[in-house]
């Protein structure tokens, strides 16, 4: 099996660093600290335009390209099992709305979203009205984008539930779901991200991510059989930093750990 590795950066070098580290992709936000907000379109179409010189150098990958999340406010760390942190009133559903058509008229090749009920249910029609903002702008630019849904889905009460949500979320045209199978990190969520790869029967991608180290990922994979992996790769507080290392949170050692890693599979 082969496995893609997802970089989650939140500048200009951090791109820099997945990419010339052989990352498949990059998830670009702001406050990566929190959590990630949704990045200003400015960045956006910088991260863009330079993945495409980095992929025609032949310095990326081919399919290299640029995911961005959108998500108006940074909620708590602690949001398992806690779907209100992902409940959104109507006036943050249509900023993400905008900043989806944003996000995509500035270049992304995809949008990383989620939204739920307090109840713990998907908020289907605020996950309809952010989705079609960005169909909508893919339209416009005369090209396809790509649908993912981020860790909200980690809220849900259990393993039935995440199932079901993958369900429908290939119902509502989803193309990959990001977890960590409802747990702190996604190799003690191996089993539930099991469930959530059988209940996609290969129709769409789920990404695991939560806690990743380059270490766990073969294990992970093994046992999860998840096509994908994501992590921050961010460099340890305190961590010694080599001279003339890009100036950026991402560790450029981790990500080539992580890359070579999935090579493993």
Not at 185 to 195: P, Q
């Amino acid at each position: 099996m082969s496995c893609a590795v997802e970089i989650a950066v939140q500048d200009l070098a951090g791109l820099e660093v997945a990419a010339l580290g052989g990352a498949d992709r990059v998830e670009l936000c702001a406050d990566l600290a929190r959590g990630g907000l949704t990045p200003p379109p400015e960045l956006v179409e910088q991260c863009v335009d330079r993945a495409a010189s980095l992929v025609a150098a032949r310095d990326a990958k081919p399919h290299f390209d640029v995911h961005v999340l959108i998500r108006s406010r940074a909620g708590q760390d602690d949001f398992l099992g806690r779907p209100a942190e992902f409940a959104y009133s109507d006036e943050e559903i249509t900023l993400m709305a905008r900043q989806a058509e944003e996000t995509v008229a500035a270049g992304a090749a995809g949008v990383v979203l989620g939204a739920l009920t307090p109840d713990g249910e998907l908020d289907v029609p605020g996950i309809e009205t952010v989705r079609d903002a960005a169909l909508v702008a893919g339209q416009s630019a005369v090209r396809g984008v790509t649908l993912t849904f981020h860790r909200a889905v980690d809220a849900l009460p259990g393993r039935e539930q995440r199932a079901q949500a993958v369900r429908e979320l290939l119902r509502l045209g989803f193309h990959r779901v990001l977890s960590s199978g409802g747990a702190d990190r996604a190799l003690d969520g191996a089993e539930d991200l099991a469930a959530m790869v059988a209940a996609a029967e290969e129709l769409l991608d789920v990404c695991a991510g939560g806690g990743v180290r380059p270490a766990d990922v073969v294990d992970l994979a093994a046992r999860s059989g998840v096509p994908d992996v994501h992590l921050s790769a961010r460099r340890r507080p305190g961590a010694p930093v080599a001279p003339g290392a890009p100036d950026t949170e991402t560790d450029p050692a981790v990500v080539a750990a992580a890359v070579d890693a999935a090579g493993e599979l």
